[in-house]
């Protein structure tokens, strides 16, 4: 029976666009066994709401919205974006980022947009 490190070891010797192939597979669809008795393996939902419960810095936060830092700390004074501020450092609620992304950056050009 084949092992976690064995499989992993053999995507590592597929060439790259086979890896990119399996990679999103997991991330898109999980794990799934096609017995409906058996759980999934990877639950994505569940992975999500556990990436979630984690705050993101300022780093992690402009990348996931795709502006700079400097942008959104601007965007932090102006009110545009909520934020804790714990000493000199910023932190982020996910599910707030994530609501943020979906109700005020729909469009790219909002983007470049001064507020």
């Given at each position: 029976?084949?092992?976690a490190?064995?499989?992993?070891?053999?995507?590592?010797?597929?060439?790259?666009?086979?890896?990119?192939?399996v990679?999103?597979?997991?991330?898109?669809?999980?794990?799934?066994?096609?017995?409906?008795?058996?759980?999934?393996?990877?639950?994505?939902?569940?992975?999500q709401?556990?990436?979630?419960?984690?705050?993101?810095?300022?780093?992690?936060?402009?990348?996931?919205?795709?502006?700079?830092?400097?942008?959104?700390?601007?965007?932090?004074?102006?009110?545009?974006?909520?934020?804790?501020?714990?000493?000199?450092?910023?932190?982020?609620d996910?599910?707030?980022?994530?609501?943020?992304?979906?109700?005020?950056?729909?469009?790219?050009?909002?983007?470049?947009?001064?507020?």
């Open positions: 029976m084949p092992t490190e064995k499989v992993i070891k053999d995507i590592y010797l597929l060439p790259m666009k086979e890896r990119e192939k990679a999103r597979h997991i991330i898109e669809f999980g794990i799934k066994i096609t017995h409906h008795d058996l759980p999934e393996i990877l639950n994505i939902k569940e992975w709401d556990e990436i979630a419960r984690k705050p993101f810095n300022l780093k992690q936060a402009s990348e996931y919205i795709g502006v700079s830092s400097v942008t959104l700390r601007r965007w932090i004074k102006t009110g545009r974006v909520s934020a804790y501020k714990v000493g000199r450092a910023y932190t982020f996910v599910m707030d980022l994530k609501r943020f992304k979906k109700n005020h950056l729909t469009k790219k050009s909002t983007l470049t947009s001064d507020f």
